[in-house]
């Protein structure tokens, strides 16, 4: 079916920057959206960020004029550019995509395995 992989996460100094990637794969016909979600321990999981296929993009308050998301739809991934990361900013980021697998076809949700932000203050 469709795969997402992300690479990027770490551990990161309070002000610093990560860059995140998220390169999908598999049986794809176009995909709509990608964003970048995250998840916090005892949190509920949140949208960070979003980028539709036109480029139009939204973000979370918290994080505006932090990140910055971007696509490369030629390679099917999504990148997640974090500036001044503070310790909020802490958690298992995960990457999504709404997927159409062949034309006609419904939009599906895939989703990828995580990848650990941390930042230390």
């Known amino acids: 079916q469709v795969q997402l992989v992300e690479s990027g996460g770490g551990l990161v100094q309070a002000g610093g920057s990560l860059r995140l990637s998220c390169a999908a794969s598999?049986?794809?016909?176009?995909?709509?959206?990608m964003g970048w979600y995250r998840q916090a321990p005892g949190k509920q999981r949140e949208l960070v960020a979003a980028i539709e296929k036109g480029r139009s993009t939204n973000y979370v308050d918290s994080v505006k004029g932090r990140f910055t998301i971007s696509r490369d739809n030629a390679k099917n991934t999504v990148y997640l550019q974090m500036n001044c990361l503070n310790p909020e900013d802490t958690a298992v980021y995960y990457c999504?995509?709404?997927?159409?697998?062949?034309?006609?076809?419904?939009?599906?949700?895939?989703w990828g395995q995580g990848t650990q932000v941390t930042v230390s203050s």
């Open positions: 999504n995509a709404r997927v159409v697998i062949a034309y006609g076809s419904i939009e599906n949700d895939y």
């Open positions: 598999g049986r794809i016909f176009s995909i709509n959206v």
